[in-house]
């Protein structure tokens, strides 16, 4: 079965250093990868789209990685700052989907002063 | 500035209740979704529709139906709320078609109690 896997426990991270999160996949082969921020009480608000033929996208402070032999993702946030402090998730779109994503469960990242 | 509204954000209903989740997007999209999203879970696909009229079962349609009647609006029924539906539903929307990717646009949930 097609699983998408994100690491649950909480990254906690330092104000200005690098946060690094992984999206892992098994039985997929999306054509696209989207990466969500999600604030408590709130609906996730989308950051940035990778395609497969990607292999680097960046935003501001934001980096995605994709990488479909690995079957992984990695979304990388520099110079991390306390209002970086959310929970990410990853989420995959096949061809045939008609525009359906399929989301991890999401890791949430702490930046203390 | 795009927008999807939920009808409420917090509702409390009893077992066996009828409850409808209403789902209002601005941005004349084609294809709308409900989530239902629990701890640890993630995001669980109840329901989308990509055209007025038209539904599509997700990964958990049991106990659940949809309603879309105007292109803007999407809305989620529980025929018989069970305890086991107590969540938080989320509703989004999108453009038709995988050729950009299509992002999706949230709402800002719904957190359903069932007593």
Redesign the interface.
């Known amino acids: 079965s097609q699983k998408i896997e994100q690491n649950s426990e909480a990254l906690n991270i330092q104000e200005g250093k690098t946060a690094t999160l992984t999206c892992n996949y098994t039985n997929y082969s999306p054509a696209y990868l989207q990466w969500y921020r999600q604030d408590p009480g709130r609906g996730p608000v989308f950051l940035l789209l990778i395609r497969e033929n990607e292999k680097e996208k960046r935003k501001e402070r934001l980096k995605v990685t994709f990488d479909t032999t690995l079957k992984q993702s990695l979304f990388h946030i520099t110079a991390s700052q306390p209002a970086d402090s959310a929970t990410y998730l990853c989420a995959l779109m096949t061809t045939d989907s008609w525009g359906k994503l399929q989301f991890g469960a999401g890791t949430q990242v702490v930046v203390t002063p | 500035d795009v927008k999807?509204t939920q009808s409420s954000r917090y509702l409390v209903k009893r077992t066996g209740e009828k409850v409808f989740l209403e789902c209002v997007q601005d941005m004349d999209h084609e294809?709308m979704?409900w989530?239902r999203q629990d701890p640890?879970?993630?995001?669980?696909?109840i329901y989308?529709s990509?055209d007025v009229k038209m539904k599509?079962k997700?990964d958990i349609p049991e106990g659940y139906s949809v309603s879309r009647e105007k292109k803007e609006r999407f809305s989620l029924i529980l025929e018989s709320a069970s305890t086991n539906q107590t969540s938080m539903y989320?509703c989004?929307s999108?453009?038709?078609?995988?050729g950009g990717?299509?992002?999706?646009?949230?709402?800002?949930?719904t957190?359903l109690t069932v007593l």
């Open positions: 999807v294809n979704f989530y640890g879970l993630g995001l669980r696909l989308f990509y599509e997700g989320l989004a999108s453009l038709f078609g995988t990717g299509n992002e999706q646009f949230f709402g800002p949930g957190r």
